[in-house]
């Protein structure tokens, strides 16, 4: 199989998504571009849409609305260069571990590096016959990752992989991710509560809320647009501005803001750390969002003609 590099990973253009015809909408209007090769992190409250932004990427379930494109091409044409780890991590509970890693190998014919998927499974020191509902919950995810990147895939969906791990597997595994990013150049999108992890690991952000993206781009862009800022509350005038939020303690003016232009040199501003950025824009749905300008070509869609949808794509449960 070959296809030219995609300059984009995951593009969505109004993407939306609604369960049911008259159900609320879990994503609406979901526009943003993760160049390949990022490790990009998508945060945001419960039910935010993260988890369909995934399945959508993934192939799963169909847009109401817009369109997604997974490395240059449609999702289901994609799904053998995706790997995909669900949020509940399914697997077959009555295989042994052994015959699980058979499974991904007998699913990803062409494409599957089995010393990959072995090691992620040796380094949380799983017994190879042990049954998948024998495990605990962090050494079945340590399996649902050993598939995924057993896989070798270009894209790696990951729906809150580091949920149920204890700290030292969620420090070996990330370490695994980021080599697997480092070596073949694999674009990895994962959510997660935990923003203070995922700030040295992860160069892109998406910040979904109530069904929309807030923010997105690459991290060190999004906190250099941003400042926080204390000044005088009797002087400071934030007028021009865009405030993500602000507050006043006595004399004292406190506030997260887009600066528009050189501020005045009487503030004290600093760059806020990604905690911050996001626990602001959390704490404020009503911030104006940020995300980048479409630009005017679409140069994403370079498939070419032998790169057409692999018949022997996975199932779900082995994703
Ligand atoms: N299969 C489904 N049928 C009906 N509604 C759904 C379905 N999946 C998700 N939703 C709804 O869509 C919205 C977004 O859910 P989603 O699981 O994508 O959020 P999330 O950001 O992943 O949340 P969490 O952080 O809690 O995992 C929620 O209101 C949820 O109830």
Avoid at 276 to 297: F, I, S
């Amino acid at each position: 199989m070959t296809s030219r590099p995609t300059p984009y990973a995951l593009r969505a253009t109004a993407l939306g998504k609604r369960f049911g015809r008259r159900g609320a909408w879990a994503l609406r209007d979901c526009s943003f571009r993760l160049p390949a090769g990022r490790v990009c992190a998508v945060v945001g409250p419960n039910g935010a849409g993260k988890s369909t932004l995934l399945v959508l990427a993934a192939g799963l379930t169909a847009p109401s609305e817009g369109d997604v494109t997974v490395l240059g091409t449609d999702p289901a044409s994609a799904r053998a260069r995706v790997g995909y780890v669900a949020q509940d991590k399914p697997l077959y509970p009555q295989l042994t571990v052994a015959e699980t890693l058979r499974l991904g190998a007998d699913l990803n014919p062409g494409h599957w590096e089995p010393s990959v998927a072995e090691a992620v499974v040796r380094a949380g020191e799983l017994d190879p016959g042990a049954r998948i509902r024998s495990l605990s919950g962090g050494q079945r995810t340590r399996v649902a990752l050993a598939l995924a990147l057993g896989k070798r895939p270009e894209l790696l969906l990951l729906d809150e992989p580091m949920a149920d791990l204890d700290p030292l597997a969620r420090h070996e595994l990330m370490g695994t991710l980021m080599a697997q990013a480092a070596q073949y150049g694999t674009t990895i999108v994962m959510s997660s509560h935990v923003v203070a992890e995922l700030e040295d690991s992860c160069d892109h952000l998406l910040l979904v809320g109530g069904g929309r993206v807030r923010l997105a781009g690459e991290i060190d862009e999004l906190i250099e647009a941003h400042a926080r800022v204390s000044a005088s509350a009797e002087t400071a005038d934030l007028t021009g501005h865009t405030v993500v939020e602000s507050r006043t303690t006595g004399r004292q003016l406190t506030a997260l803001i887009r600066p528009d232009g050189p501020l005045p040199a009487e503030w004290r501003a600093t760059p806020p750390t990604l905690e911050e950025l996001v626990l602001a824009h959390l704490r404020n749905p009503q911030a104006a969002p940020l995300t980048p300008e479409e630009p005017a070509d679409r140069t994403d869609t370079t498939m070419t003609a032998d790169t057409e949808a692999d018949t022997n794509s996975d199932t779900e449960a082995a994703a």
